[in-house]
Nanobody
Framework: QVQLVESGGGLVQAGVSLRLSCAASGRTLSRYAMGWFRQAPGKEREFVAAISWSAGVRDYADSVKGRFTIFRDSAKNTGYLTMNSLKPEDTAVYYC???????????????WGQGTQVTVSS
């Protein structure tokens, strides 16, 4: 079992940056691929970014490519999502997740955090 806890969300203005953290406990996060998903009100949960267990492969949704960066610190058993140039359309609850393999599909992930709210005002 892996327990995931996100932090770092908040209310910010458009154009600024935020860094989300995903702290893992129970098992080492380095054994798993990690993904970030988001869900806006009235919308389905959507893929944002993912990183392989080795950190050798990263994948991003087109909507965030070039603005968001996913990385992991195995020593801290923590994953991160740095979000630059935030836009109002980035407003959502952000969830981190862990899976055996990197995937863009939410159902592929076995472990989920409780989510952290990111609100971007114009």
């Amino acid at each position: 079992q892996v327990q995931l806890v996100e932090s770092g969300g908040g209310l910010v203005q458009a154009g600024v940056s935020l860094r989300l953290s995903c702290a893992a406990s129970g098992r080492t996060l380095s054994r798993y691929a990690m993904g970030w998903f988001r869900q806006a009100p009235g919308k389905e949960r959507e893929f944002v970014a993912a990183i392989s267990w080795s950190a050798g492969v990263r994948d991003y949704a087109d909507s965030v490519k070039g603005r968001f960066t996913i990385f992991r610190d195995s020593a801290k058993n923590t994953g991160y999502l740095t979000m630059n140039s935030l836009k109002p359309e980035d407003t959502a609850v952000y969830y981190c997740s862990a899976a055996d393999r990197l995937s863009r599909i939410a159902s592929s992930y076995d472990y989920w955090g409780q989510g952290t709210q990111v609100t971007v005002s114009s």
